[in-house]
């Protein structure tokens, strides 16, 4: 009975988990499309069945970078995982620099392979963001700040306060659920 509860949590566990990613991957997304970006969600490489299933890629950003394609690998990291813990404590920022190099060494061959480039888009679960990400960031308000005709400030100012709240958002969701708590409609912003 024991071994069945712990099966049940742990699943239940990954479920709550992934709730910041997801919501996190969907307003990159939106931001793509609001800059005229054709992107993609978990897009598969069209490739062989093995491939498809390891794709590297939670969106799949066109034209990204020189022609090239960007695979967006979407992460949000704890810097309180034991992993992560004693080099968090001394620099900040640090679970993301580690979650970053994760991300390329599972990713960069495929990536090469399918002609994309890698860009592991990390945030730590209190609101810090990789240096990739910063950068991929920075790019994306350039387009849209281009597309929209507003200043560069403005649009990045909003996309993080978009990122952040999300992220404060569904990590209240993900801690109610993990609680035992029942969400009603509109308890939490699905936003």
């Known amino acids: 009975m024991e071994c069945s509860y712990w099966k049940f949590y742990n699943a239940f566990a990954l479920f709550a988990e992934t709730i910041p990613h997801n919501k996190l991957r969907d307003v990159v997304l939106q931001?793509?499309?609001?800059?005229?970006?054709?992107?993609?969600?978990?897009?598969?490489?069209?490739?062989?069945?093995?491939?498809?299933n390891t794709r590297?890629?939670?969106i799949l950003a066109s034209n990204?970078?020189?022609?090239?394609?960007?695979?967006?690998?979407?992460?949000?990291?704890s810097?309180?995982?034991?992993?992560?813990?004693?080099?968090?404590?001394?620099?900040?920022?640090?679970?993301?620099?580690?979650?970053?190099?994760?991300?390329h060494s599972a990713n960069d061959?495929?990536?090469?392979?399918?002609?994309?480039t890698c860009i592991p888009l990390v945030a730590e679960s209190y609101g810090a963001w990789g240096s990739e990400a910063v950068q991929a960031f920075s790019r994306l308000a350039s387009y849209l700040a281009t597309r929209t005709n507003s200043p560069k400030s403005k649009v990045v100012c909003s996309l993080y306060g978009r990122?952040?709240?999300?992220?404060?958002?569904?990590?209240?969701?993900?801690?109610?659920?993990?609680?035992?708590?029942?969400?009603?409609?509109?308890?939490?912003?699905?936003?």
């Open 31 to 52: 931001t793509c499309h609001r800059a005229c970006i054709s992107a993609k969600a978990e897009a598969g490489s069209g490739l062989g069945h093995e491939l498809r």
């Open 56 to 58: 590297p890629a939670d």
């Open 64 to 77: 990204w970078l020189c022609g090239k394609p960007a695979a967006f690998d979407l992460t949000v990291v």
């Open 79 to 103: 810097p309180l995982n034991p992993t992560f813990i004693s080099e968090a404590g001394r620099t900040a920022g640090s679970a993301a620099v580690a979650a970053e190099l994760r991300k």
């Open 109 to 116: 061959a495929k990536c090469s392979e399918l002609g994309w």
């Open 163 to 191: 990122l952040n709240l999300t992220l404060v958002r569904a990590n209240a969701r993900a801690l109610l659920l993990r609680c035992g708590c029942s969400l009603q409609e509109g308890d939490i912003s699905s936003s």
